[in-house]
């Protein structure tokens, strides 16, 4: 079936580093992909999302390219901030408008001053 | 507030009891999901529910996982003869349900649930 797998953390980064949180996926039609984040306390919110191949998803500076001759989904960041530290699920939903989510793992990042 | 809202957040209970964990959606999302996330794993997809009915049951592990949404709006997951394997954080999503953004979930914060 499909499945997603992204890096294992635990990340820690410093402040102003460069982030890439790695995720590939299986799965036999064209998903769309999408990259959740946990924050501290909080639910799952939305980062970013890409639905068909070499569209490139972006927000709060992170970025990700779908990238489906290598079936990848990594999530990128310039430089890190400490408000960056959460837990990151990358994602993936079958075609069709029912958008149930199979996710990975998650990686907890931890971003220090 | 304006997000989706789950009750309880926190619920301890014995093995062998029934549970009850509710779920209130974004007014208008007619699109609801419920998920389970065990510890250090992702969230799990249970039951999806577009209006009042549950329109993919799948992910449900056995007959003591059950879920409504009666009137389209509130959802109530209810879990017969709990077991400890049962102790998760139960999550509740909704969707507006526009094809255009389909996989873009709102969650609440969850339930958790931890039997004794």
């Known amino acids: 079936g499909d499945s997603v797998t992204q890096m294992e953390g635990p990340v820690t980064l410093s402040e102003e580093a460069f982030l890439t949180i790695n995720c590939t996926y299986t799965?036999?039609?064209?998903?769309?992909l999408f990259w959740y984040v946990q924050y501290p306390g909080e639910g799952l919110q939305l980062l970013l999302k890409?639905?068909?191949?070499?569209d490139k998803g972006s927000n709060k500076g992170f970025e990700a390219t779908y990238r489906k001759e290598t079936t990848s989904f990594h999530l990128e960041k310039g430089s890190v901030q400490v408000s960056d530290s959460a837990v990151y699920f990358c994602?993936?939903?079958?075609?069709?408008?029912?958008?149930?989510?199979?996710f990975g793992k998650g990686t907890k990042l931890s971003v220090k001053p | 507030g304006a997000g989706v809202s789950q009750t309880p957040s926190n619920k301890v209970t014995e093995k062998g009891k029934y549970v009850e964990l509710r779920c209130d959606p974004i007014?208008?999302?007619?699109?609801l999901y419920w998920y389970r996330q065990s510890l250090g794993q992702g969230p799990e997809f249970l039951i999806y529910?577009?209006?009042?009915?549950?329109?993919?049951d799948s992910g449900l592990p056995n007959d003591r996982f059950f879920a409504v949404r009666p009137e389209g709006s509130v959802s109530t997951l209810k879990i017969q003869r709990t077991e400890r394997g049962d102790s998760a954080v139960y999550l509740c999503?909704?969707?507006?349900?526009?094809?255009?953004?389909?996989?873009?979930?709102?969650f609440g914060e969850g339930s958790r649930l931890t039997v004794l």
């Open positions: 999503a909704s969707s507006p349900h526009n094809s255009g953004r389909a996989g873009e979930l709102f």
């Open positions: 799965a036999t039609g064209y998903p769309s």
């Open positions: 890409a639905t068909k191949a070499d």
């Open positions: 994602a993936l939903s079958e075609g069709g408008s029912q958008g149930n989510l199979i």
């Open positions: 007014s208008g999302h007619t699109a």
């Open positions: 529910f577009q209006g009042t009915g549950a329109a993919d």
